[in-house]
């Protein structure tokens, strides 16, 4: 048994508003051009070759508040949330339970859709991404999702990297090229948001909360060893801040923060790259997923370069176990798999 828990989809009723109401000539060429993305029935029918196979289903990007203000993006949540738990409905073998959507330029409706979304609907989670049109997602107005989310439903949150082509690369350009800002900035992107997440306190006050990190930790992982050396000296560096009380006020050191996080399996089959992450999370907080359609096969080059990764390192079935489903099931507090 297999769960992919972090997937994407694009209904065709938000495709159709997309196109409608986006700026990004970009996404909407990129969206449009998946099949797999928005043609589930295609998706279905590629499904069947991995018979053991489920997918959690989460919306793609561009969330709801990157396509339209907050008196619109109420609007595309529902119509997201509504068509993903149709396609669960109809075709429950293979989509298991879906991730809602929130419109998080409108706070007060991004909590009403999230309880709608859980209450009604039956998703089991949440989908945010890493800034909200370029603000941190440690500002206090966010905190509200982060905590609603946690203490009032115990489901975890997916957290996906958002950073767009006109976030130049250097100060003396106006665009990103060569698609750097996503290949590379997208991991950036996740690490930012992890650290502003740890260093502002919130998961001091929120212990218990869960989030699954994209592309298996994005740089953290890798960067381990930098980043618990120079943040166990923070401050050291700056003239402008002061971060003196910082340290002083975490019950930890700052790296067993980010090993609060989960981490999944898209990192493009890479074996070692996993390697890395399983080596920082543990196999205990490590989901498998797969980010179709979004390969050059347009849909099932990811699945089965996915597998491949897990299955290239040898762990014990324990491990496989957990990582396949276990895992993602004791998120989502869904029944065990015989």
Not at 1 to 21: A, G, Q, S, T
Not at 70 to 85: F, G, H, T, V
Not at 180 to 196: C, D, F, K, N
Not at 212 to 221: L, N, S, V
Request: hydrophobic fraction near 40%.
């Amino acid at each position: 048994m297999k769960i992919d828990i972090f997937n994407h989809v694009m209904p065709v009723r938000y495709l159709e508003m997309m196109k409608l109401h986006s700026k990004d000539q970009g996404i909407i060429k990129r969206m449009t051009s998946l099949r797999m993305l928005w043609d589930i029935e295609a998706r279905v029918k590629m499904l069947e070759q991995w018979p053991d196979l489920q997918q959690v289903l989460t919306l793609s990007v561009p969330p709801p508040e990157l396509v339209g203000g907050p008196d619109l993006s109420p609007e595309l949540a529902r119509i997201a949330n509504d068509d993903m738990a149709a396609m669960v409905a109809k075709w429950p073998r293979k989509f298991p339970a879906f991730v809602a959507s929130l419109p998080m330029n409108n706070i007060p409706a991004a909590l009403e859709e999230m309880d709608r979304a859980i209450e009604k609907l039956g998703a089991r989670g949440v989908q945010i991404c890493t800034n909200v049109n370029g603000r941190p997602l440690d500002e206090p107005e966010f905190y509200p999702v982060f905590e609603r989310i946690t203490r009032k439903h115990d489901l975890p949150i997916w957290m996906h990297p958002v950073r767009p082509a006109t976030r130049a690369d250097y100060v003396t350009e106006e665009t990103s090229k060569y698609e750097i800002w996503q290949v590379l900035g997208w991991p950036y992107e996740t690490s930012v948001a992890m650290a502003r997440m740890v260093f502002s306190g919130l998961l001091e006050k929120l212990p218990d909360l869960r989030l699954i990190t994209h592309h298996g930790g994005a740089m953290i992982p890798f960067l381990a060893g930098r980043c618990e050396t120079l943040w166990a000296q923070l401050g050291s560096r700056s003239a402008g801040e002061n971060y003196d009380d910082v340290l002083k006020r975490m019950s930890k050191k700052p790296i067993e923060y980010f090993k609060m996080f989960y981490g999944d399996t898209v990192l493009g089959g890479s074996a070692s790259a996993l390697q890395c992450s399983l080596d920082f999370f543990s196999a205990d907080r490590v989901v498998f997923a797969s980010d179709c359609p979004f390969d050059p096969e347009g849909g099932p080059m990811f699945i089965r370069e996915g597998i491949r990764s897990v299955e290239d390192l040898n762990l014990s079935e324990g491990d496989k176990r957990k990582i396949y489903f276990g895992n993602a099931l004791r998120l989502m507090r869904l029944p065990a798999v015989n």
